[in-house]
Each structure stands twice: as structure tokens, then as C-alpha cells.
Nanobody, 119 residues
Framework: VQLQAYGGGLVQAGGSLRLSCATS????????LGWYRQAPGKQRDVIAT???????NYADSVKGRFTISRDNAENTLYLQMNSLKHEDTAVYYC??????????????WGQGTLVTVSS
């Protein structure tokens, strides 16, 4: 199983970006998907999660600005980021709680994509 995050880049404050996280491999189902970010010198924090039934949760810092979504048919995760701020600058990672069988669940991480917001 592999996760590949992409879509990062340089954007001005107030702008928008959409991150994608493509999954591949032998996947029976995906229980939880999430986006995390790590700013320079800081720990990696969770910013948005989505369960298999579509329930979402957001960190207070991004609530109302970021939207997590998934394409179940393609097993692809998205993060729409609007009204970006300089403090959103970070490497963004996707994570998936993947079942390769009904009895086996493993966490997988994407490689990270850099988002830089210029002020």
C-alpha cells in the first residue's frame, strides 16, 4: 500500500490550494483518512480527519477554511484549503488507516507535500 500526496506549492496569503492523496495497492477498505502538517521546528499535528462513514473533524486553526473530502471509488483523499495564512506554511502529510483484509489494519503515511504561504 502506498500513499502519495501532491498539490502543494507557493501561494499568497488569502489564496487557495487543493491537496490530493492518492492511494494504491491491495486495499480492502480505508477506515480513517487524515491530513497532518508539520511546520519548521514544530511537531506534526492533525488538522483534519474523515471516517469511513464520512464524519469529519477539524483542528480549530483550520475550521471554516479547510475542507477534507474523499473519492471512495478512487480511494483518493483531498484537502481544499481556502483563505490561506502565513501560519499555514508547513509540510502536509496524508495518513490512512488501511485494511488489507477484514482482519488486518495498518497506518500508512504519504511522503508529504510542502505548502508555502507568502504574506
Amino acid at each position: 500500500v502506498q500513499l502519495q500526496a501532491y498539490g502543494g506549492g507557493l501561494v499568497q496569503a488569502g489564496g487557495s490550494l487543493r491537496l490530493s492523496c492518492a492511494t494504491s495497492g491491495s486495499i480492502f477498505s480505508i477506515d480513517v483518512l487524515g491530513w497532518y502538517r508539520q511546520a519548521p521546528g514544530k511537531q506534526r499535528d492533525v488538522i483534519a480527519t474523515m471516517t469511513k462513514d464520512g464524519s469529519t473533524n477539524y483542528a480549530d486553526s483550520v475550521k471554516g477554511r479547510f475542507t477534507i473530502s474523499r473519492d471512495n471509488a478512487e480511494n483518493t483523499l483531498y484537502l481544499q484549503m481556502n483563505s490561506l495564512k502565513h501560519e499555514d506554511t508547513a509540510v502536509y502529510y496524508c495518513r490512512a488507516d488501511v485494511r488489507t483484509s477484514p482482519w488486518t489494519s495498518t497506518d500508512y503515511w504519504g511522503q508529504g507535500t510542502l505548502v508555502t504561504v507568502s504574506s
